[in-house]
């Protein structure tokens, strides 16, 4: 399963990278708003939107207990239920987001984080399916969207090996056909440092899938990194405002900087290539720059050659600089004016 292909798109080594915009809570509660981000994205290059469908009562309890509050980070003294009340995308919104996407010719898919949602968007033709980090413990949730046949992206934010490894065979014990991974530090924001960028390469060796990068990350270093190791998705938040004030906006990126991000994922990878230790089209004009060996003094048939009549120079049209020691002592065997290139033609025994 070196590649997958999603609404078209096939996604992998050899293909250019795919490139998420997670619209998360970044609607702040407003369908205008969160169609807006869908436009922007499509503007900025990307290959896909990526929502979440959930609501409050179907991710998690509606209590003050202890469990339940949230102590420290950007949401310290909300309840879980109070997170997901504010930033859930509301069931009823689905139907247009899809239909915009459409329009606008831009892949959009989902994360279900139950059952009632993968049955939601299995019924309005998602394309893929997204396990966020939190839910890929959550194995019969998995198969249960293994189940439906379509490709699918497992985040991996705070699994050990361990946990990965039993995602990845509940996805296929459930029938999942096409599946890839991203390699995901979930804290928001998340330090550069903890990204262990190396980590891309093993998980893809280890499980013969495509791995890519879900990025917590303020800019874009990381993301564009994690190309050259061999990163075949990036999955980033955006916003049409940072300063916007709802749950993700501080740590997602505006259009002008996701469009950055668009072009400077798919410079790397261009410029990561395959071997090649050829001359490149944009070298050969300069081929004549080289340097090559010159007459320095006129030189006359029969004068033998030697160091003080010849030098190694820019440009190129002279016999390479290598040959040097194999022509000292060697007869001219035609006149020759200083500046002019040393050929082989123009030496004798050679």
Request: proline letters at 5%.
């Amino acid at each position: 399963m070196t590649s997958i292909i999603i609404d078209g798109r096939p996604i992998g080594p050899g293909h250019p990278p795919y490139v998420i915009a997670e619209l998360s809570a970044n609607h702040n509660g407003d369908l205008a708003q969160a169609l807006q981000i869908i436009d922007a994205a499509v503007e900025a290059g990307a290959d896909a939107v990526k929502i979440q469908t959930y609501r409050p009562d179907t991710i998690t309890l509606k209590s003050d207990a202890p469990d339940f509050q949230i102590t420290e980070g950007l949401w310290a003294g909300r309840t879980l239920y109070d997170l997901y009340e504010w930033a859930h995308t509301p069931w009823e919104w689905h139907e247009e987001l899809f239909a915009h996407a459409a329009r606008r010719e831009i892949t959009l898919f989902s994360s279900p984080f139950d059952p009632t949602a993968v049955d939601l968007l299995q019924g309005l033709g998602t394309a893929a399916y997204k396990i966020a980090s939190f839910e890929a413990v959550d194995l019969p949730l998995i198969r249960y969207v293994a189940a439906q046949g379509k490709p699918m992206i497992i985040s991996t934010g705070m699994a050990d090996l361990e946990e990965i490894t039993e995602a990845v065979e509940a996805a296929r014990e459930g029938g999942c056909q096409q599946l890839a991974l991203l390699h995901c530090v979930s804290g928001y924001p998340a330090p550069a440092a903890d990204y262990n960028l190396a980590t891309i390469a093993d998980m893809a060796a280890r499980f013969g899938v495509p791995v890519g990068l879900s990025d917590h990350t303020l800019d874009n270093t990381t993301a564009i990194a994690s190309i050259a190791l061999g990163a075949c998705i990036i999955e980033k938040h955006m916003t049409l405002d940072r300063t916007g004030g709802g749950p993700d906006d501080s740590f997602s990126l505006e259009p002008a900087e996701f469009m950055t991000l668009c072009e400077g994922a798919r410079t790397a990878w261009e410029a990561v290539g395959s071997v090649d230790y050829g001359r490149k089209s944009s070298e050969q004009g300069n081929v004549k720059f080289r340097r090559s060996l010159y007459f320095v003094k006129d030189m006359k048939a029969g004068d033998l050659v030697t160091e003080d009549c010849v030098r190694s120079v820019r440009p190129g049209y002279g016999l390479a600089p290598k040959f040097l020691e194999l022509i000292l002592g060697k007869k001219v065997l035609h006149d020759r004016k200083k500046n002019t290139p040393v050929n082989l033609n123009l030496i004798a025994d050679y």
